[in-house]
């Protein structure tokens, strides 16, 4: 989810002017891959069940799980899914996508939140966040990262994605897409080491998204693929001690 380059967390309003307009510029960069945005959001939360029942083992619960750079929440019904016992906040800096949100999703077991994660709202069992990282200036990555640490419980997953740099199919998208051009990607190595600088144990790091919809017969062969960097996202998933 886009923000705007700041101190700590980064400022939301960057991203306010492009709410309305944040389905069609998403249509249109993600029209070279051929598939819509909701089947990538799907497939994501869908590896991230995955990733967590082998780092955790599948009877772990999530009782409590942070969206972290949710955006207009698109993500929410996947994760509801995914995790039926827990409850899920949004978190995002754009009031504007926040509004957004809890007017299309907001429920029972959902709530959103923009500026500081209120203590009722903690610990966490789980962390996810899309897309956010590449919208935070590098110099303040790691005072995110410590924020989203406090958050968790001890034994907490962290699941990052980020969109790949080494994937030239990944820049084509995002140079079409206004909110995500001239972004600040960082690469796998990165976003490892900067987990690791947070004091948290990095478990994994696994590459996705290879083959555009004309190729979906090949998709089979994805989970080979995870361990060779060049898929259009990756995942680093971390653990607090």
């Known amino acids: 989810m886009p923000t705007r380059q700041g101190s700590g967390f980064s400022e939301g309003s960057l991203f306010d ?35 967590r029942s082998t780092a955790s083992g599948a009877d772990a619960p999530v009782r409590r799980l942070v969206d972290f750079g949710c955006g207009l929440g ?104 206004a909110f995500d051009r001239g972004a600040r990607m960082l690469s796998s190595p990165v976003a490892a080491r900067m987990l690791r600088r947070s004091g948290l144990d990095v478990l994994g790091v696994s590459s996705h998204f290879y083959f555009p919809a004309w190729l979906r017969g090949l998709r089979p062969a994805e989970p080979w693929l995870e361990r060779i960097p060049f898929g259009a996202q990756y995942c680093v998933v971390a653990r607090k001690s």
């Open 74 to 177: 698109h993500s929410t019904p996947y994760l509801l899914d995914a995790f039926p016992g827990a409850s899920i906040i949004g978190f995002d800096r754009s009031e504007a996508s926040i509004r957004a949100a809890r007017e299309r999703y907001a429920g029972e077991r959902v709530e959103f939140a923009s500026g500081i994660l209120p203590e009722r709202q903690r610990p966490v069992d789980l962390v996810y966040s899309n897309g956010t990282f590449h919208h935070v200036d590098p110099g303040h990555r790691d005072d995110v990262v410590a924020a989203i640490v406090s958050w968790l419980a001890p034994g907490g997953l962290f699941v990052l994605w980020e969109n790949n740099p080494w994937n030239p199919g990944t820049r084509i998208v995002m140079n079409r897409i």
């Open 17 to 51: 002017e492009f709410v309305g307009d944040y389905e069609q510029a998403c249509a249109e960069g993600l029209s070279l891959s051929g598939e819509t945005r909701d089947y990538f959001a799907r497939q994501r939360v869908l590896h991230t069940k995955r990733l």
